[in-house]
């Protein structure tokens, strides 16, 4: 519930950009400091990304103001600070369903609102979507739509972004790119590119004396585009030799403006005015500081780019004592790695920006030069690894499931190809709850299982995991890929003797007659109890097997499986298409086993967020969906589900 700390009487005024745009421009500061609370006292009580929208509250006012959204696209790079955004396109009410089952998504989507431009969960996108808004704008004569793309120094640090500069450089457009520069993704940024930004100066007042002259030239018939092109290229390249810096933004023909203050709102709507009807690209380099108005994230906004719920007045942060219950899985991993490392000189770290989001922190605290934060680069992530593997290092390169897509082909030609040992950590596997689908990591199983020279794995607990870690750093295991879920897992004395697991080679936990259950991962602790259950409401007599490896399969177990039963059920946190349980049918069909095979998934389609529980109940994967599996009562919950979630506008409150 909110406090009754602030009267919001600008805010509560505003229920679409429209709204807002009515108001005095020397209002914005005050419906800039009601916003901020608004999102504090909101986020206290229901957890979502929190400091990254703090820091981008004027930016996000002084866009909606200037800009005539929605006919004008504003596209954001990843929606980490887009609350402002949603709370002032109508979904202020629904607001506190952020991120629940039912509720307004993680992110913006243009599912949910006209004001969404497009997809924004994944990092580096917004400049080559919003170039190609701008270019469809373009070929269809809307030459009064305006695009601007808003991307992070973070992001910025992405490949895709280069590839979408390069291309903005030499493809007639007017994007407007505003860089919001915090020093910050979730960790620190790092990187030259972050040195860069730091360290780039110009003169505002240079800029607008240079934009009124220019605007002069045109009106007296003097300067035309031809001309206005090459007197840039001179402009840039005298200011580069009085700055003694070359600016790369204006090296590539793209015209700059900044750094300036980016929490003054008035300014910032000013310079916005000024420039957004220019011809041609442009950059406005704001920078700002993550977790603005609100000290304690100031002080520490890695700690609170996501912190649960807090005290809005203290900032005391209301965790709970979770010190008897199991570890998260990423924790074991962090102190596991560090205890291998110790042991083995040859182990290096490898995570792309979200070293503590994964751990890896532990690693660069104990042996600083033995870790690389790459940044928001997964492709080079993944290349990077197979470079030191070359040259005999043994990397543990650690890149969340869902980012894993974005490093697919480096993964491909430069890791497995040469059968390089890089030891490929995929956190946060499966349906990872209230960040929604584009977090979910459920595609792995699939698009790695066909490629060549991989081992793939999953431990059904800690003690599983910290020996697959010791069997992967071992000599001429070649690509390894573990993965494991966000969370925490069922053991809480974890720690145990790091010894080899027989590489392809899975396990019987249980003894049964009737039918056998094959399960690959944490989600086997599930599928133990809902065997249990389903035991205990009918006569079945069920067997468990733990297949753990994915890659290469335990054929001599599924050879028993396959002669002795007639039913088998698959269960896996991944999607069913090619997946572990297409694995197994492949295997029964091709031996000429017959037996009834039913597979336990993610389904066809994209899952909305949730609870990790709600999600796996919608899919029939937690306790009640495999029991009724079990005993053949399946109806009624996977099937029920619908064929897609429908689209809500931006003024509908969502479900509660």
Not at 325 to 348: H, K, M, S, W, Y
Not at 435 to 460: E, W
Request: contains cysteine.
């Amino acid at each position: 519930m909110k406090t009754e700390t602030m009267t919001y009487n600008l805010l509560n005024s505003i229920s679409e950009p429209e709204d807002l745009r009515r108001l005095d421009v020397r209002q914005l500061p005050e419906v800039c400091k009601e916003l901020r609370q608004d999102i504090i006292e909101e986020v206290s009580c229901n957890p979502g990304h929190f400091a990254a929208s703090l820091g981008t509250v004027e930016l996000t006012v002084a866009l909606h103001y200037v800009f005539n959204t929605p006919y004008d696209r504003i596209v954001w790079d990843v929606g980490h600070q887009a609350y402002g955004h949603k709370i002032l396109t109508g979904r202020r009410t629904a607001f506190s369903t952020n991120r629940r089952f039912k509720g307004i998504r993680p992110f913006p989507s243009p599912e949910e609102s006209e004001y969404d431009t497009f997809a924004c969960g994944h990092a580096s996108n917004s400049i080559s979507a919003a170039l190609g808004m701008a270019v469809a704008a373009a070929e269809k004569g809307e030459e009064d739509r305006h695009v601007v793309a808003v991307i992070g120094d973070g992001s910025m640090s992405g490949g895709l972004a280069f590839e979408g500069l390069n291309n903005v450089s030499s493809t007639p457009n007017n994007l407007l790119i505003i860089l919001n520069d915090n020093d910050m993704a979730i960790d620190r940024s790092v990187g030259g590119m972050k040195q860069y930004l730091f360290n780039l100066t110009t003169s505002n007042r240079y800029n607008q004396l240079r934009f009124n002259i220019s605007k002069m030239l045109f009106r007296l018939g003097i300067l035309n585009e031809d001309r206005r092109k090459a007197l840039i290229r001179f402009s840039n390249s005298l200011k580069s030799i009085a700055a003694q810096q070359q600016n790369i933004f204006e090296g590539m023909n793209i015209r700059y403006f900044g750094p300036v203050n980016g929490h003054d709102v008035v300014n910032i709507a000013r310079i916005l005015r000024d420039i957004k009807e220019l011809k041609g690209p442009k950059i406005l380099h704001l920078h700002t500081v993550k977790g603005k108005g609100f000290k304690p994230a100031e002080a520490a906004p890695e700690i609170w780019h996501a912190p649960g719920k807090f005290n809005p007045e203290t900032g005391e942060r209301l965790t709970a004592d979770t010190s008897h219950l199991p570890p998260l899985f990423q924790d074991v991993f962090g102190e596991t790695l560090v205890e291998l490392a110790q042991a083995n000189p040859r182990i290096v770290g490898v995570p792309p920006a979200m070293p503590t989001g994964c751990s890896m922190n532990l690693l660069m605290q104990a042996m600083p030069h033995r870790a690389f934060d790459v940044g928001i680069a997964e492709g080079h992530a993944a290349t990077f690894s197979g470079g030191m593997a070359k040259e005999g290092m043994q990397p543990f390169c650690n890149i969340y499931s869902s980012f894993m897509q974005r490093a697919y082909d480096n993964v491909i030609h430069d890791i497995a190809l040469l059968r390089l040992p890089v030891v490929l950590c995929l956190d946060r596997a499966g349906l990872v709850g209230e960040d929604g689908p584009t977090h979910h990591g459920v595609f792995d199983l699939a698009y790695f299982r066909p490629v060549p020279n991989l081992t793939i794995s999953s431990p059904m607990d800690e003690h599983e995991l910290r020996r697959l870690m010791y069997t992967a750093q071992l000599p001429d295991q070649g690509p390894f890929v573990i993965r494991y879920p966000r969370g925490r897992g069922v053991l809480t004395r974890w720690r145990c003797p790091l010894e080899a697991v027989p590489v392809g080679k899975g396990r019987k936990l249980k003894e049964g007659r009737d039918l056998a259950v094959i399960t690959l991962g944490p989600i086997g602790n599930t599928a133990a109890r809902a065997i249990a259950q389903a035991e205990k409401q009918g006569t079945l007599s069920v067997a468990h097997y733990d297949l753990r490896f994915l890659k290469p399969l335990d054929t001599e177990m599924l050879h028993e499986i396959g002669r002795r039963f007639s039913r088998i059920i698959t269960i896996e946190d991944g999607v069913k298409t090619g997946g572990m349980g297409t694995a197994i049918l492949e295997f029964m069909s091709e031996n000429g086993y017959p037996p009834r095979l039913e597979r336990i998934g993610v389904p066809d389609r994209f899952i909305e967020h949730g609870t990790v529980q709600q999600l796996y109940h919608l899919c029939g994967m937690d306790e009640e969906g495999i029991a009724a599996t079990i005993l053949n009562k399946k109806e009624g919950i996977e099937n029920d589900m619908p064929n897609k979630e429908q689209p809500r506008t931006s003024g509908q409150t969502a479900d509660k």
